[in-house]
Structure formats: C-alpha cells, structure tokens
C-alpha cells in the first residue's frame, strides 16, 4: 500500500503532473495511477480529528493538531492521490481562547460545495463552528457560529457530524449542552440538526432538536443524504433494561415527510454509511456484526455479516457477505466517500476515513499519532496495493 503525505509541496508530485477528469463510469483505469514520494505527515494529538472527503478534483483531507491557535488544516488531492499545491490553514478559534481544543472535525463536499465543522472545547465552554467554500478548498468563509456544544469531555469520537446533498444544501448535526426534559422530569441530551450556512429563507429546513432521555457513550451514529431523503441516526438507552438501540430519523423535504425508525437492538453502534440505494446502519451485537440495509423500498437486517471488497473490470464492489451470501453491494464508480464502514478491518481501523476519487481508493488513518494517507486500486480483477511504509 503505497504511504502519501503533504509534506510542504509547492505542486503536484512526480513526473505525470495532475489530474482532475474522473474516468468514465463502468470503464478501468487506462494505467496504475502515477508514483508518489512517501514522506511525513503531522502529528496529532487527538487521533479522531481529522476528515477525508472526495471532491470534484480527488480528494480533501482536513485535521487539527489540538489547541485551535493552530488552526485547521486543508490538503487537496487530485484523483491519483497527489499533492495539489500546498495545505491551506483556517482559523479554528471563534470567540474561545486560543488555547481551547479542536475535539471533532467533519467535513462533507457536495453539488460544489465544501462545508467544514468542528467542535472547540475550552475550560467551561464549547462552540461548533462551520465554514463553506467550494469543493476545490481555494477558499473557505470566515467561520460562523452554529451553537454550543456539550461542554462535558466527550467519551466518543463523534461530536458532530455534516451531510450534503446533490443541490448545495449542507447540514451539521451535533450534541448540544443537556436541558430540562419537555416530556418528563430530569434533564435530556440535546441532538442538534441545523443548515450550514444558517437559514434565512422561510422555506428552507431549519433547525432541528431532539430529546434523548438516556444517551448512549456514542451518541452521534451517523448522518447522510442519498436519493432525496436526508439520514440522521443516534443512540440511545432503553431505561428499563439500559439496552442501547439505534434511532434513525428519515427526513424526505420533497414531499414533506418523516419518519422514525429504531433499529439493532441491544447492538453498540458502528456507524450509518451510504448504500446503493440509501443507507447502512452497523452494530456490533453480542453474536457479531448486524448490518440493517435501510431505503425507501427496501428494509432488511443481516446478521452476522462480514464486510468485502472486491474488484471487477477494473472498478471496487463493496460488500456486505451474510452467511457466505453477497447480502449488499456498493459498486464504485464516481467520486464517493464515507466507504471505510464497507472495508474490512485489515484495510480501514476503527478511526479511518476511506474515499474513492474515481481512480484510486485513498485510506487515512492514524499510526503513532502521526497522520498517514494511503493508496489502493483495482487493476482488472485485482486489487493493487504496495507495503505500507511509515516514516
């Protein structure tokens, strides 16, 4: 597995230049992607901070090294994976202090867009910032305020997380501070839903907030947009037995319609992630993996299932295997990113963020606390992969 990293780079590495075309759906790639210098990446202080996006030219990839004096920092990436020109630094403070932490980071690219935000945790306050710009990361807003935060130390990795869908529209949805229950005594977990930027038209959806009485460890499970319905899933403690079952909340604006859907039980949640047709929400259950494949017209749990990746004519197929069987199937072809929940553990740990530009599947993940990008493709039947080096 061939290592990447943005060392200061004035421009595209090697001697092939860049590349921003995606190939044509459904067709191989005419040739392996060019070579790339493995060099050093930054280290973090918080392995969870950091994102990975694909965009219209490859691929983003966005971390914070901890006190938020630091700033954030953007690396765009072409779509065999190289350097396009150096990463671009946003201020990430707000109105907190400059030794307050970023604790949680996410970022979406979507119909041109690119919108990015991130939770600033200071001594007895936290804030959730946003910004927007277009795909290509030329430039992002200044950072707008979008609410507080839940000041508690967070005991998960998500914070917050952010969809996007094919017409600009953004939305980040996080945990805010906990408030007096509406429905009964004791204080709720705020999940919070709102547009990035803030809406100002009458007609646009707004903001959002749900009560959960009793909040999983994991509270945030997953959020995302496919085929006109936006996903938003949480966790939450059945107060008799303290089970954790996940709570997927299905938003279609076209026709005004929502719905709630508990799923996966007694399962600790693994995350949501997109599917051909909609979305697939894992768990880890006391007998294995279960996977519930989730869309307008088709509802399904597996259990026990196993996550695949193989190649065909040159392109990856994601699977869901339940029983030896292909229960689900992701075919990439274009641009697609939140996949790492599809790839098996010995490709994507617990923290990775996997993206496909096209061209090449791009794995980050963190090692050592230093931050390291990887590159994968399929070649025929094949899928290519060099050993990883660190340095």
Known sequence: MCTLFLAALSGCAGAHGCHSADAPAGAAPAQPPPPAATVQGPLLDDASVFELVAT?????????????????????????????????????CGELDAKARVTSLAAVAAGGKLGVAWVVRGADR??????????AAGSLAAPAPLGAAD????????????????????????????????AQAGACAQVISTPLPRARQAAARRTDTREVPTACPQLLVGSAWNRGVWYDAFCALESAAGLPTTEVYSV????????ALPTLRSCTPIGLA???????????????????????????????????????????????????DVAESYKLSGPRDRIELWLPESLAGETARAAFTGRNLLIAEVQGQRLTLSRQHCQGETLVSDTRTML
């Open 56 to 92: 219209s030219e490859g691929a983003l990839l966005l971390w914070a090294a901890g006190e938020c004096q630091r700033g954030l920092s953007l690396q765009r990436f072409d779509a065999d994976g190289l350097p396009l020109g150096a990463a671009i630094g946003v201020p990430a």
């Open 151 to 182: 000041v508690t130390p967070p005991a998960a990795q998500r914070q917050l997380l952010i969809s996007g869908a094919e017409t600009g529209q953004l939305r980040v949805m996080f945990r805010g501070p906990s408030a007096a229950c509406t």
């Open 126 to 135: 936290a804030e959730v910032l946003g910004s927007i710009g277009d795909d």
């Open 274 to 324: 997109p599917s051909e047709r909609g979305v697939i929400v894992l768990g880890a259950c006391a007998d294995g993996i279960y996977a519930h494949a989730l869309s307008e017209a088709h509802r399904v749990v597996h259990a026990r299932v196993q996550r695949a990746l193989r190649c065909e004519a040159g392109r990856p197929i994601l699977e869901i295997r339940a029983r030896g």
């Open 252 to 259: 279609r604006p076209e026709i005004f319609y929502a719905e």
